[in-house]
């Protein structure tokens, strides 16, 4: 099994409707990450995690809300999915360093 | 603003030429470079973590070395499976955030 799993992996909606991708952990790491990956933009953060009381945006939070259930789950909801959310999502852990990332295999998100 | 840029966008080598590829950047601070790579279809899978100018590190066929402005990726005798986007990423000053660069796709032909 995955250490950073991502459901669903495949997920086709229509603007305006409420989303969630949901990610749990294995590797006992207290930091999870959310990260949108676009062609020719690189990957960009949304929101991060350092523990389950800690919840801080990243350089694109706009659209985008986080809960962390427990140290092990992290979900990230587009409360209204509109176009330009489409784009393959990652969910990622790290240890102490921050640059050492753990990720999952990604969400692929089409909003129509 | 920190930023960071890898060329080339792409790069096609036959099996067992060797060759280089670049991570530029400008940043405040720099407190790590880091080098992912990754398969088509799945998340990046880290490699390497540089500090300081001069420092080096390799693993089989990688090598990834670092002065004050760029970073290198090494690539020698590479073999089909090396084929991958390769991504570079700084972390600055106080921030908890990295800056990613777009990627080098790489691909070794047989």
């Known amino acids: 099994d995955a250490d950073v799993t991502q459901t669903p992996r495949n997920r086709i909606t229509k603007t305006g409707k409420r989303i969630m991708l949901e990610c749990s952990q294995t590797?006992?790491?207290?930091?999870m990450y959310w990260y949108r990956q676009d062609p020719g933009l690189g990957l960009r953060l949304i929101y991060y995690?350092?523990?389950?009381?800690?919840?801080n945006k990243g350089e694109i939070s706009d659209g985008y809300s986080v809960s962390r259930q427990a140290q092990a789950k992290f979900s990230l909801s587009l409360e209204s999915a509109i176009p330009n959310q489409t784009a393959l999502y990652f969910c990622?852990?790290?240890?102490?360093?921050?640059?050492?990332?753990?990720f999952g295999e990604g969400s692929r998100l089409t909003v129509l | 603003e920190d930023q960071v840029t890898q060329s080339p966008e792409a790069l096609r080598l036959q099996e067992g030429e060797s060759s280089s590829l670049n991570c530029s950047y400008t940043v405040s601070g720099l407190r790590g470079l880091f080098w992912y790579r990754q398969d088509p279809g799945k998340g990046p899978e880290f490699l390497f973590t540089l500090y300081s100018a001069g420092e080096e590190k390799e693993k089989e066929r990688l090598k990834a070395t670092l002065t004050k402005k760029e970073s290198f990726l090494h690539i020698t005798a590479p073999k089909p499976e090396d084929s991958a986007t390769y991504l570079c990423?700084?972390?600055?000053?106080?921030?908890?955030?990295?800056?990613f660069g777009q990627g080098t796709r790489l691909t070794i032909n047989p």
């Open positions: 990423a700084v972390q600055a000053g106080g921030a908890q955030k990295l800056v």
């Open positions: 990622a852990t790290s240890d102490r360093i921050p640059g050492e990332l753990f």
């Open positions: 995690s350092f523990d389950v009381k800690d919840i």
């Open positions: 590797k006992g790491h207290d930091r």
